[in-house]
């Protein structure tokens, strides 16, 4: 079922947007320490910001921000706070977020929405496979989305595939709710075990953390080898627990949509202004409806792209195209420009490397070096055709660097991770 906002026309979407973001100024400049001092040395007149296309006159506000003040951006008393998450440090050192009982509200209507778009009703049964603690918002926004929608959930949490097996078979799950490359350990212990997964309740998964699809929206590599396997429909999902809302695919799977209620969308190239229709930039999100840490234009380092033509699932808002990869994490090796994400997916097209870590560092010359660390068990002619295979697919060989199993486990596996690791950055000693 598509609610009422999804099915607006343009008009009336930019109309409620307008309201809401004269709305959100106004809270913001009576609440906000660090909006109100960042106002007043910009000498910024809020009453000329009418509409979402005078937003561009407002600053942008960084992660870098963020970090410096992160108490600033504090609108509400601590007594009116019912929860705290933090980011997970992605860009640098995490970031603590409080939420207030609306904020929870907001959080929980945000993910009910969109598992309805993914097509989750109140008769299904929803395994969540990834932690619910450690300070996670996503865990926290599954669970009360979840709730809010009036469907099942079994809360398993991360990693395990005998419970996660026994749950699905045990609770009769429809869904899971998983980083795509789980799916395949999960299809891996159901053949070694002889789990005739095939014909399991499982229906769906909505995928979380990694990219499923190409920027034309073909399922990638990744996507392909889940399907090849097991034909359950795949669902892409992207968040960020600075924005508290999610972008979720349809049944049309063209990209995820977005909640114009919850959040104003802008696609920014390198000086900050809007790229032109159908060109990839950097997202930067204005929150609305939220009490406690409002956030205006805040650049999230995700290249995208924007599709505005109407979903043929009936639904008129805006899409955003796969994450491409992060700004930040832009690496020039030999001439040309990568992104982790598409060594990512060459590595994930080889057959035999179960388990990788890419790094960029900084050269004897002051450039990028590209290095992946593989496992010391690969042989010499798995090497070269690793090495051919880079090669073919990115028109460059990094360095293949030689790691024993427990080295590379600890790389790829760090204390105090809330996931895997897939790229290490050590220009800036960040890792994703």
Known sequence: MINTVEQSTLTEITDLQNKK???ALEFISKNSPYYQRLFSTKKID???IKTIKDISKLPITTKDDLQAFNDDFLCVPKSEIVDYVTTSGTLGKPVTFALTEKDLERLAYN??????TAGVTKEDVVQLTTTLDRRFMAGLAYFLGTRKLGAAMVRVGAGIPELQWDSIQRFQSTYLVAVPSFLLKLISYAEAQGIDYKNSSIKAAICIGEPLRDQDFNLNTLGNKIKEKWDIELYSTYAST????????CEAHRGGHHRPELIIAEILDENGKEVAEGEIGELAITTLGIEAMPLIRYTTGDMVQAHREPCSCGRSTMRLSPVLGRKKYMIKYKGTTLYPQ???EVLTSFDGLDIYVIEVITGELGTDKLLIHVLDSLSSLQQKQL????????????D?????????KAKKFPEMSRKPISFIDSRENTIS
């Open 21 to 23: 973001l004269r709305e």
């Open 46 to 48: 809020l009453t000329t």
């Open 111 to 116: 993910e009910a929405i969109s598992f309805k």
């Open 242 to 249: 600075e924005m508290s809302t999610a972008f979720t695919e």
């Open 342 to 344: 598409s060594v990512i």
């Open 387 to 398: 090495r051919e295979h880079l090669r073919a697919n990115l028109r460059v060989v990094p």
């Open 400 to 408: 293949l660097i030689l790691n024993t199993k427990a080295e590379l």
